[in-house]
């Protein structure tokens, strides 16, 4: 056996966009759910809403999305979260699908990444062709948007 030969097996429940490694994925929920946070330091700690400490302490907030997909290049659900450029590109995709009568969550969508770090830059489009993705399949549970998500 080799370095080659190994099987890497990922841990993370969420979906990683690297440069070079496209992955087609599959909405599984019908709405994303919605969360702020704040940097502090390093860290992203959850907004709290009106009783965040943060914010009281001029922190600005980001707004972040999380949905349940399917990959079809691992065979497994993730929780992929996303800011407001990628959420506009999924508006924008839905929005031109639905002239078509295609609902968003029955097309595949192919995530590229290029740079990485702050430079990272992703990007969504539609596949014209997609796969079928496995029936019944065990979703990742979100809490409510105040409730933490570990990022």
């Given at each position: 056996?080799?370095?080659?030969?190994?099987?890497?097996?990922?841990?993370?429940?969420?979906?990683?966009?690297?440069?070079?490694?496209?992955?087609?994925?599959?909405?599984?929920?019908?709405?994303?759910?919605?969360?702020?946070?704040?940097?502090?330091?390093?860290?992203l700690e959850?907004?709290?809403?009106?009783?965040?400490?943060?914010?009281?302490?001029?922190?600005?907030?980001?707004?972040?999305?999380?949905?349940?997909?399917?990959?079809?290049?691992?065979?497994?659900?993730?929780?992929?979260?996303?800011?407001?450029?990628?959420?506009?590109?999924?508006?924008?995709?839905?929005?031109?699908?639905?002239?078509?009568?295609?609902?968003?969550?029955?097309?595949?969508?192919?995530?590229?990444?290029?740079?990485?770090?702050?430079?990272?830059?992703?990007k969504v489009q539609?596949?014209?062709?997609?796969?079928?993705?496995?029936?019944?399949?065990?979703?990742?549970?979100?809490?409510?948007?105040?409730?933490?998500?570990?990022?």
């Amino acid at each position: 056996m080799s370095y080659a030969d190994h099987a890497i097996i990922k841990n993370s429940i969420f979906l990683k966009i690297d440069q070079g490694n496209p992955q087609t994925i599959r909405l599984l929920d019908g709405d994303p759910t919605e969360q702020f946070q704040h940097k502090i330091g390093e860290k992203l700690e959850a907004c709290k809403g009106e009783m965040c400490g943060y914010c009281d302490n001029g922190h600005s907030k980001q707004q972040r999305f999380v949905t349940n997909v399917w990959s079809h290049n691992d065979q497994k659900v993730y929780l992929w979260s996303y800011g407001p450029g990628i959420a506009e590109e999924l508006k924008q995709i839905a929005l031109a699908l639905e002239k078509d009568e295609i609902d968003i969550l029955n097309t595949d969508l192919e995530i590229t990444a290029k740079g990485s770090g702050l430079q990272k830059k992703t990007k969504v489009q539609p596949r014209l062709k997609s796969q079928e993705v496995p029936k019944p399949l065990k979703l990742i549970r979100i809490g409510p948007k105040e409730e933490e998500i570990p990022f």
